[in-house]
């Protein structure tokens, strides 16, 4: 079960490059989502997508641009990297969308260093 | 406002033991759900175990519980029997329904937790 995937798992990037992040579910899922973990300050959500064709800001979208490509595949981009984005990327997937108890099952992780 | 508060960046417990991790929240809406994850060293995410705001009792899944307290607002974690795998960080999380289009979860800060042998 490949469930959530993510890659690259690893990426050093310059200042003012570009990258993006690649997140793939195989659980046949609705809704997606990108978050950043940064320490003390637990997960942030970026950006959602409650549902095939529709996409979100969440609580820190500046910066970074998505896609949902399909139901399978949702893209995180940065257009022009910088030092503030250096944080570990994770991308989750639940069900959804609506249900209060839906689990979010998460993908192991981008660490990302922008220098 | 923090939606979610977790108060202690780290604890120590001895094996065997158990441990209460605290977590308060904020919301006005009648309808929520709580988890809690789990974060090993390996950076994973781990689902652990789910309250609705409108459940009677409390939730358990096998060493873990969670008191809830819902006028106080507070969903603690309990963790029975402390193993050495349980060290780790944890996040509380919450899921609102009336303001929540899209099943976002907010986070808190989490809890590192270091068992002894």
């Known amino acids: 079960n490949a469930g959530v995937t993510q890659t690259p798992k690893f990426q050093v990037l310059k200042t003012g490059q570009s990258m993006t992040l690649q997140c793939a579910q195989d659980?046949?899922?609705?809704?997606m989502y990108w978050y950043r973990q940064d320490p003390g300050m637990g997960l942030r959500l970026i950006y959602y997508?409650?549902?095939?064709?529709?996409?979100d800001k969440g609580e820190v979208p500046n910066g970074y641009n998505v896609s949902r490509l399909n139901k399978r595949e949702f893209s995180l981009r940065l257009e022009s990297a910088a030092p503030s984005q250096t944080s570990v990327y994770f991308c989750?997937?639940?069900?959804?969308?609506?249900?209060?108890?839906?689990?979010?099952?998460f993908g192991p992780g981008t660490r990302l260093l922008v220098l | 406002a923090q939606k979610i508060t977790q108060t202690q960046p780290g604890m120590f417990v001895q094996e065997k033991e158990a441990v209460t991790l605290d977590c308060t929240y904020d919301?006005?809406?009648?309808?929520?759900?709580l988890f809690w994850y789990k974060q090993p060293s390996s950076g994973e995410m781990i689902f652990l175990i789910y309250?609705?705001?409108?459940?009677?009792q409390n939730a358990t899944e096998g060493r873990y519980s969670l008191n809830f307290q819902k006028a106080r607002k507070s969903a603690n974690l309990v963790i029975s029997a402390s193993q050495l795998g349980d060290s780790a960080m944890y996040f509380c999380?919450?899921?609102?329904?009336?303001?929540?289009?899209?099943?976002?979860?907010?986070f808190g800060q989490g809890t590192e937790l270091s068992v002894k042998p």
């Open positions: 989750a997937s639940s069900e959804g969308p609506g249900h209060l108890e839906e689990t979010q099952y």
């Open positions: 659980m046949n899922h609705n809704s």
């Open positions: 997508s409650a549902s095939e064709g529709t996409t």
């Open positions: 919301t006005s809406d009648p309808s929520y759900g």
């Open positions: 309250q609705g705001s409108y459940d009677q």
């Open positions: 999380a919450m899921r609102e329904r009336l303001y929540n289009q899209g099943g976002k979860l907010i």
